[in-house]
């Protein structure tokens, strides 16, 4: 949860918090939300953009509708020889793969992918297993999504 401070205001707070919800909504939308005009919303909203607190725009898709039935999450284990960058330079190429995180613990990295089924993901692990600087890799496939935010928690 994001607190009011010296950079983000109660009406910033909202603003992100709508824009999360909805980001095609107009700055009338907006202002009709927090109480601003639209000019004043602009604004806010341009400021917010140039001080990086809202990084881009996008689309939620739904996987499922596109074709994309299998979620899992693929534990990356790294050899000594590993480079990093080039590690998740490769990573990163993989059209399944949707998030890359470097965590503490015994694996290095953590994969969030999607895939069309169970051979597809089959598939991908050859080619994770085979790429410079991988030891080995942990799959956890996910069966269900009960809760999915969909963004951060800005409000209180």
């Known amino acids: 949860m994001i607190v009011a401070n010296d950079e983000l205001d109660e009406l910033d707070i909202q603003i992100l918090e709508a824009?999360?919800?909805?980001?095609?909504?107009t700055f009338a939308e907006l202002g009709a939300i927090v109480g601003l005009k639209p000019p004043a919303v602009h604004d806010r909203v341009k400021r917010l953009e140039q001080?990086?607190?809202i990084r881009g725009?996008?689309?939620?898709?739904?996987?499922k509708r596109l074709g994309l039935e299998l979620v899992a999450f693929v534990s990356c284990y790294t050899s000594p020889d590993c480079i990093y960058d080039d590690f998740t330079r490769?990573?990163?190429?993989?059209?399944?793969?949707c998030e890359i995180h470097s965590v503490a613990g015994e694996e290095t990295f953590v994969c969030k992918v999607v895939t069309r089924s169970t051979q597809h993901l089959d598939d991908l692990l050859g080619r994770l297993k085979s790429m410079p600087g991988m030891a080995r890799t942990k799959t956890t496939i996910v069966?269900?999504?009960?809760f999915d935010r969909g963004g951060i928690s800005v409000m209180s």
């Open 19 to 25: 824009l999360q919800r909805n980001a095609r909504s």
């Open 51 to 53: 001080r990086g607190h």
């Open 57 to 63: 725009y996008a689309a939620q898709l739904d996987g």
């Open 90 to 97: 490769a990573l990163s190429a993989l059209p399944e793969v």
């Open 143 to 146: 069966l269900t999504t009960p």
